[in-house]
C-alpha cells in the first residue's frame, strides 16, 4: 500500500470511528478508545505551546547535498550555527574555529594586560568575527518544509562538516501524558470525544424494543454535552491552564 493510501485509510478509519462504525451493543469498543485519545492529543498539539519543546541537535553535512530529511517529531527549525567565521573550505571543522574556550583566555589576556584595553577590545573583536561571518558564509540560509520535513540550505556544502540546528520539537505522548498540567486536560478531552462517538451511535437506534414497550437512548443528550465540554476545554487551553506560555495582551 504506498504512503497516500495510507494516510487517506487512516483518516477513513477516523470518520468511522467517530460516527460510530464498529458499535454493535451502543458500547465503545477498543478502536474508539484509541481514536479518541489520539484526537485529544492531536489537538493539543494543535492549539497549546505545552505540546512542543526546545531542543538542539546536530546533523552532519554530505559534500554537494543540500537537501536533508529531519525526524517528523520536529516541527520548526529556527536557526544553524557552524564552527566558523568564514571559510567554507577549510577542511573538516568548515573553516576557522570560533573556539569559546580560547576566547575566553584571549579575554583574560587583555584584561590583564595594561595596554591592550579590556572588554571593549574584546567586544570589537567579537563583533568582527560576526561581521566577517555574515559577509563571508558563516551564516547559513535555509529553507524548511513543516510537511515533508525537509531541510534545504541555500548554500551547497562544499566540505563535510556537523552544523547545530537549533529546533522546535513535539514533546513525546508519553511525556504530555505524564505532565501534571497536560494530562488532566487529556484525559477531560478523551472523555467528551468518547460521549460525542457513543452519542453518534445511539442517535442511530433512537429506540429499543423491550418487554414493558421499549427505551429512549440519550444519544444526542451525550452529543450536546460532548459538544459544551470540548467547548469548555478549548477555552482553558487559551487560557494556558493545561500549560504553555499563553497569549499576550492584545491592543486593538
Not at 68 to 74: A, D, Q, R, W
Not at 215 to 221: H, M, R, T, V, Y
Request: proline share 3%.
Amino acid at each position: 500500500m504506498s504512503s497516500l493510501q495510507t494516510q487517506k485509510q487512516e483518516v477513513f478509519d477516523y470518520v468511522y470511528n467517530m460516527l460510530g462504525g464498529g458499535m454493535v451493543d451502543v458500547e465503545l469498543d477498543p478502536a474508539h478508545y484509541e481514536t479518541a485519545l489520539t484526537k485529544a492529543l492531536t489537538r493539543f498539539r494543535q492549539r497549546s505551546d505545552n505540546s512542543v519543546e526546545e531542543s538542539y541537535m546536530f546533523m552532519p553535512t554530505i559534500i554537494d547535498q543540500n537537501e536533508y530529511t529531519l525526524p517528523n517529531e520536529v516541527i520548526e527549525v529556527r536557526k544553524l550555527f557552524r564552527r566558523s567565521i568564514g571559510s567554507r573550505t577549510g577542511g573538516g571543522d568548515g573553516g576557522t574555529l570560533f573556539e569559546p574556550f580560547n576566547l575566553a583566555y584571549t579575554n583574560t589576556y587583555l584584561l590583564a594586560s595594561s595596554n591592550m584595553g579590556g572588554l571593549a577590545t574584546y567586544d570589537f573583536f567579537s563583533q568582527y568575527q560576526e561581521l566577517v561571518g555574515r559577509m563571508f558564509g558563516s551564516f547559513i540560509e535555509f529553507k524548511w518544509n513543516t510537511a515533508n520535513k525537509k531541510l534545504t540550505l541555500l548554500q551547497r556544502p562544499r566540505a563535510k562538516e556537523d552544523l547545530l540546528l537549533y529546533c522546535y520539537n513535539y514533546r513525546p505522548d508519553s511525556e504530555l501524558l505524564n505532565d501534571y498540567l497536560a494530562k488532566q486536560w487529556l484525559k477531560d478531552y478523551t472523555v467528551a470525544t468518547c460521549k460525542y462517538m457513543l452519542g453518534e451511535a445511539r442517535s442511530k437506534f433512537a429506540t429499543i424494543a423491550g418487554p414493558q414497550g421499549g427505551g429512549q437512548l440519550n444519544g444526542d443528550a451525550l452529543k450536546n454535552e460532548a459538544a459544551a465540554e470540548m467547548e469548555k476545554l478549548e477555552d482553558e487551553v487559551s487560557k494556558a491552564v493545561a500549560g504553555g506560555t499563553g497569549y499576550g495582551f492584545l491592543i486593538g
